[in-house]
């Protein structure tokens, strides 16, 4: 094995900014559900924001709140309280330490944001089913919690080409909420403030899009821990005009890196793809351990899940059907192995990492064997380590450690 040096990963300047920008958006939402004055919805990470967005709502992501339980490390001291109340220790650890953290009162924000107390209770929660059932069950018991209504998109799974069929029954599920949403909110619908939103949203898609694309070039000037930052904004300011903003800065800058061939690992000598859920806890510790290696993991479908490409402000109920149903976790295997394919070209990788984790199924691709299918195919070389994206009970850092290092010598071998 090559003598291996220290290595670092490459402070982004922009990321000040997104922590302004991070910190008003909880600012609003606490406002607004202390003081009742604007409406808060609840929302799935992949669900209709769009819709909420143009009837007035503030919009909260409970997904977001999970990352940060996961990314706190308060996640796993807090799964067991919902484990108590019925809720499996093999399901969505996302689902089991929100809900641990609200049995328990205690919330990241209030460590973050000096003067949020709690979460936003909501008016509305609004799931899709693209991304699993878990999101259904999860807001399920929020609503019961707090007397809130609760409306759902059912998503068809599994699927291999997006036809008319799937995204018109979609579509109508999304029209069929109108009514309902606009009582609550107490806002008459206006479409043409849904096309405003959804262009704004296609602009933030556009621009995250073209983030994560820089990472195509040698050396790649943003990691996949990088990306599962600032991803923030793409996440849960999207259909706004600061989303939009923060993303051009982003962009300028990491353009700069490109145009002077700054990596953002040092020395980059191999190029990875992150396969499923990030190991929250775990960001920076990964972070290191790969950039010790001169190892840049440079891109991941994690991140992508936030590219909406489809959005089409002409058409914004059928696009917007269409963008939630074309994500890689609503598709096929044969449909992902074809992205997938399509990622290994486009970001020249070396290898894959798959992340199998726990809780997550959906977000787990190895267990059916496609890392053993697309190695055959396309000859790059795989590795599946577990753990989980919350529940750090599930996960080895020994073993995680040994796994990638050894995995790493042997694309030296191949070198
Ligand atoms: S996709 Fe996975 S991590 Fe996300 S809500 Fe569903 S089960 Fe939880």
New binding site residues.
Partial sequence: MAEKHKSTRKKIMATEEMKKIMAEYFYDLDSASKNNDKKVAWC??VGPAEILRSLGFYVYFP?NH?AMLGATRMATDLIPYANAVGYSPE?????TSDVGAYLQNVTPLSKAYEGIESIPKPDILVFNTN??R??QD?FGWFAKEFKAPILGINTHRGVTDVSDTHVNSIANQMEGMINPLEKISGNTFDLNELKKVLSLSRECSNLWKEVLDTAAAKPSPLTFFDGTIHMGPAVVLRGTQKAVDYYKLLLAELKGRVKNHEGAVEEERFRLYWEG?PIWGRLRDHSVLFANQKTCVVASTYCNSWIFSAFDAHHPFTSMARAYTELF?VRSDKAKEEYLKNMINFFKIDGIIYHD?K??P??SNNRYGMPQRLEKETGIPSLIINGD?NDLRCLSDEQTKTNIEAFIEQLEEKD
């Fill in positions: 799935s990470s997904e999970g399901i969505c650890s996302y689902l991304q699993c878990d999101v999860w859920m976790i984790s809780t997550c959906n977000n994206l």
